[in-house]
C-alpha cells in the first residue's frame, strides 16, 4: 500500500470548516483512500472513502486531486464532538479482506 | 449502518490469569475480523486477521500461543489473552468487514474496543 504523510495536529473553530490534507505520492491506480477518525477511547469510526472522483456524504467531502497524490477530507461546520485523530489510509482494490493499516493520523483539536 | 460490539467494554484481571473478549458484528455477516492492540498516544497495531472456520494469521511479533483467536461463527470472533501479565495492558479493538458491499468498496467497521488492565 502507498505511504500516506499528514501532519500531526490541527485547530479549528467551531462552525468552521476543517480541512485536513493527506499527501499519498506514490498512488497507484488501483488503490483507494479511505478516512477514518477515532475519538479518544474509543474504536475508530468511518468517515469516506474515494478513488478519484470528489465524495460526500452526510459526515464530510473527499476532494481528491486530479494526480491522485493527494487529498483534503472537509468538516464543513465543525464541532466540539468532531475532536479526534483522523487517519487517511490508501489501500488497492485487490486486498479487499485485508486488514487497514493505520499511520500516525492527525489529531484535530475544536474548540470554542 | 453495519454495528460492531465488543465485550467487556473494560476488564481489570491478575497476573496470570486468562482474558477472553468478544467481538460480534451485529447486522451482518463478517467473513473476516481483524483484531487490533493500541497504546496510551500510539495508533492502532493489526494483530491478527481471523477468517470464519479457519486458524487466524497473525502479524510478525505477536505470539499466537499468548493471543488465542476464535472465529467460529460468522458473527462472532474470540481473542482470548492467555497467562496475562501487566505489559499486556492495553486497548484492544476488533474490526469486521462488511462483505455485503461487494468488493472494491467494501468497508471495515470498528468495535468499541476493551480495555484490558492486568494487575
Known amino acids: 500500500d502507498a505511504k500516506t504523510t499528514q501532519p500531526p495536529s490541527m485547530d479549528c473553530a467551531e462552525g468552521r470548516a476543517a480541512n485536513l490534507p493527506c499527501n499519498h505520492s506514490?498512488?497507484?491506480?488501483?488503490?483507494?483512500v479511505y478516512w477514518y477518525r477515532q475519538i479518544h477511547s474509543q474504536g475508530p469510526q468511518y468517515i469516506i472513502h474515494?478513488?478519484?472522483n470528489n465524495e460526500t456524504n452526510e459526515m464530510a467531502s473527499l476532494i481528491i486531486t486530479e494526480d491522485r497524490k493527494s487529498s483534503t477530507l472537509i468538516l464543513p461546520h465543525a464541532t466540539l464532538r468532531d475532536t479526534a485523530v483522523y487517519y487517511c489510509i490508501v489501500r488497492a482494490v485487490n486486498q479487499a479482506g485485508t486488514a487497514l493499516i493505520f499511520g500516525k493520523g492527525t489529531t484535530l483539536s475544536v474548540s470554542s | 449502518g453495519a454495528v460492531v460490539s465488543q465485550h467487556p467494554s473494560r476488564v481489570i484481571c491478575k497476573s496470570g490469569t486468562s482474558v477472553k473478549i468478544e467481538c460480534r458484528s451485529l447486522?451482518?455477516?463478517?467473513?473476516?475480523m481483524f483484531w487490533y492492540r493500541q497504546f496510551p498516544k500510539k495508533s492502532l497495531m493489526l494483530m491478527a486477521t481471523s477468517n470464519e472456520g479457519s486458524k487466524a494469521t497473525y502479524e510478525q511479533g505477536v505470539e499466537k500461543d499468548k493471543f488465542l483467536i476464535n472465529h467460529a461463527s460468522l458473527t462472532l470472533s474470540t481473542l482470548t489473552v492467555t497467562s496475562a501479565h501487566p505489559e499486556d495492558s492495553s486497548f484492544y479493538i476488533c474490526s469486521a468487514r462488511d462483505s455485503r458491499q461487494g468488493w472494491p468498496a467494501d468497508t471495515q467497521y470498528f468495535g468499541p474496543g476493551t480495555r484490558l488492565t492486568v494487575l
Open positions: 447486522d451482518f455477516q463478517a467473513t473476516t
Open positions: 474515494g478513488l478519484k
Open positions: 506514490t498512488i497507484s491506480g488501483n488503490e483507494y
